[in-house]
């Protein structure tokens, strides 16, 4: 519950967001499936972030840039669905600017940006609006506005890992209380998994909500593939925490040959040739990070056979990145006391 005060004293909020690899069990965090037999999803933060900028104004309107500027007199106004509704929650009604920096872009990258983008702004409004909120909070309230208010036909892996932050083992019960179980390894384990990661931009992006919209539409033809994939989180949690990249690798690989059966958006002939060419050039595994149809593919391989996936691959964008702990911080609260020091 979000205690609400006054964001008098608030000038100015900066909070930063991580966004996201999924690993195994997506879509299992989907009411439709939770609510039958409980979700499973393995995911990690990670170095590539959404910041959130909010200042207060004198003006009575609002001005918010995000991939592309907006200024109205009243959040109702806002194109942005998800800032609509934020703005809202907090009643926050004019007198603010908001700007929104993605180091991904806007959104369709399938590293779960517009939930951390949601995330982050809750978490900004609620310091700015001063109501006292945990992680968890802030995590339920984001998948709130998403999910219910928004009406995005997701669930709510993303929100929960861009507010704890880390690799965490989620669960999804079948009341809609989500579990977090963080996922520790040493800094070898952590170095060992960065030296046999190769991520590559796919070239496209696409629609969550559109490729997990039409998954809803099958949820029962689905049903059995969902289970199957809920099923191989534990055994691949265990093989990351032990160090066995070569076994994590296979079972992501089992994983998406099973995703590619939640329906035809989920890949397409230019990730099929990718991956079939990683593949060939010695890669153990991987998936494409999120719902699927475009976005970023990662691998795991060996660092002997780095340099042949890459030649495989030359003419897709190599995107390095590293997993962090961190989820989101408060990067700068700035208040007129803090001006007039």
Known sequence: MTKRGTHDNAEM?????????EFLGGS?????????????????TIDKYIHIIVKKTDRED????HEKLERVSRADELTHERARAVL???HIKNGIEIVSLSDVGQGGSGLGSSSSFTVGLVHALAVFTRARMSVR????LAAHIEID????????????????????HTMYQKNGFVEVKPIRISLQ?????????????????RSASAILGDQAKREKEIFPYLKTMAGLVEPAARAFAAGDLKRFAELLYKEWTIKKNLGPGVTNNEIETMYAKAKRAGAWGGRVSGAGGGGFLF??????????IRRALKKYDEFPLHLTDEGTILVLRETKETNNR
């Open 62 to 65: 609002i001005l918010f840039i």
């Open 13 to 21: 909020i900066i909070t930063r967001t991580p966004l996201r690899l």
């Open 137 to 140: 909070g802030i995590a339920e």
């Open 299 to 308: 691998m795991l391989a060996p660092q002997s056979r780095h340099g042949a």
């Open 28 to 44: 299992t965090d989907i009411a439709s499936f939770y609510r039958r037999t409980p979700g499973h999803i393995l995911n990690a």
């Open 88 to 90: 809202k929650h907090f």
């Open 189 to 205: 384990k952590t170095k060992a998994f960065h030296d046999h990661l190769l991520v590559f931009r796919t070239g496209t992006t």
């Open 149 to 168: 208010v928004v009406g995005a036909p997701i669930g709510k892996q993303d929100q929960f890992v861009a507010a704890f932050g880390g690799t965490n």
